[in-house]
């Protein structure tokens, strides 16, 4: 019983850190992918790093526009 206590405690955990992850790709991913630098962050890792730290970030970047855009409003649950 305890064995299946700890490998649902364990699943839980490992599923937590996947869905985590994921959502920073899907993040980068929508990103224009340019590294220009001109949002302060240096490169769009370190936008997607400043966007996981506070969702208003991504206004910071200049060249994120049109559809790109859009579906990154949608990933952050904006508008």
């Not at 506070?54 to 859009?70: I, Q, T, V, W």
Request: hydrophobic share 40%; aromatic share 2%.
């Amino acid at each position: 019983m305890i064995g299946i206590i700890i490998i649902t405690i364990t699943s839980l955990i490992l599923g937590i850190i996947l869905v985590s992850i994921d959502n920073e790709d899907e993040i980068l991913k929508h990103l224009p992918g340019l590294n220009c630098g001109v949002c302060g962050f240096g490169s769009c890792k370190g936008m997607k790093d400043a966007i996981n730290k506070d969702k208003n970030n991504y206004l910071k970047c200049k060249p994120l526009r049109g559809k790109k855009k859009e579906e990154l409003e949608k990933i952050l649950n904006i508008k």
